[in-house]
């Protein structure tokens, strides 16, 4: 029997921990992001206000993001790509920057689309 090649299966198994709940090994960024699609709209549903990025003292989305969507500029800016968001808020929670990001979902029918095994 071939295994049907339009369902993803999860790149790492679960293991048991020592006390019999399962423990997820931890993924690398080329593997979070291949478990993954991305039906990407035309409308950004995060933007970034690069003026208000400027006298951001943490960067903190830098680092918070787990898709490393937030690069920053050498003029003490940020660069922000919507395409490939994962759609977890982190960004908007880490932002200390008040009225920097602007957060919604994507339009119905796109997004993130998280492949389950
Ligand atoms: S944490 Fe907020 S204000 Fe600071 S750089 Fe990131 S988006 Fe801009
Ligand atoms: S919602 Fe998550 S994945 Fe998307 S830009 Fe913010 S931190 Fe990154």
Redesign the pocket.
């Known amino acids: 029997m071939s295994a049907d090649p339009s369902v993803a299966r999860p790149l790492r198994a679960p293991v048991r921990s020592r006390h019999g709940g399962a423990v997820y090994p931890a993924q690398s960024f080329e593997e979070r992001m291949a478990a993954v699609e991305f039906r990407v709209g035309t409308r950004p549903h995060?933007t970034v206000d690069a003026a208000v990025c400027r006298s951001c003292t943490t960067k903190a989305?830098v680092s918070?993001?787990?898709?490393?969507?937030?690069a920053p500029t050498a003029d003490g800016g940020i660069l922000?790509n919507?395409e490939?968001?994962?759609?977890?808020?982190?960004?908007?929670q880490?932002c200390n920057g008040a009225g920097a990001?602007t957060?919604t979902y994507p339009d119905g029918g796109h997004g993130?689309v998280f492949h389950h095994g």
């Open positions: 995060i989305c918070a993001c787990p898709a490393d969507l937030f922000f919507y490939q968001c994962f759609e977890c808020g982190t960004c908007y880490v990001i957060w993130v």
